[in-house]
């Protein structure tokens, strides 16, 4: 079982940047594909960006691709998303979540264990 704590959020003006952290508890993190969700107000929880267990593979939401940025630490057991050129339609509350899989793609029924999200506001 792990455990993962999202950091890293805040209010930010178009066009900034802020990177996410998710930090994941017990020895296996290795062994865990991860990935970033979202969750606007009054919309659904969408996908945003997922990775593989070593970090070779990597997916994106169309909405983000080419502006933000998954990548993971499995020393330090904590996966990032940074985020550049953030637009007002990505305020929303973030989510890290763990899949015991090599690679948890864009379904979250795919992720075991999942944070309680850190908040993302851009200003326009």
């Known amino acids: 079982q792990v455990q993962v704590v999202e950091s890293g959020g805040g209010l930010v003006q178009a066009g900034g940047s802020l990177r996410l952290s998710c930090a994941a508890s017990g020895r296996t993190f290795g062994s865990y594909a991860m990935g970033w969700f979202r969750q606007a107000p009054g919309k659904e929880r969408e996908f945003v960006a997922a990775?593989?267990?070593?970090?070779?593979?990597?997916g994106y939401a169309d909405s983000v691709k080419g502006r933000f940025t998954i990548s993971r630490d499995n020393a330090k057991n904590t996966v990032f998303l940074q985020m550049n050129s953030l637009k007002p339609e990505d305020t929303a509350l973030y989510y890290c979540?763990?899949?015991?899989?090599?690679?948890?793609?864009?379904?979250?029924?795919?992720?075991?264990?999942w944070g309680r999200g850190t908040q993302v506001t851009v200003s326009s």
């Open positions: 979540a763990a899949a015991q899989s090599y690679y948890g793609g864009s379904y979250s029924n795919h992720y075991d264990y």
């Open positions: 990775i593989s267990r070593s970090g070779a593979s990597t």
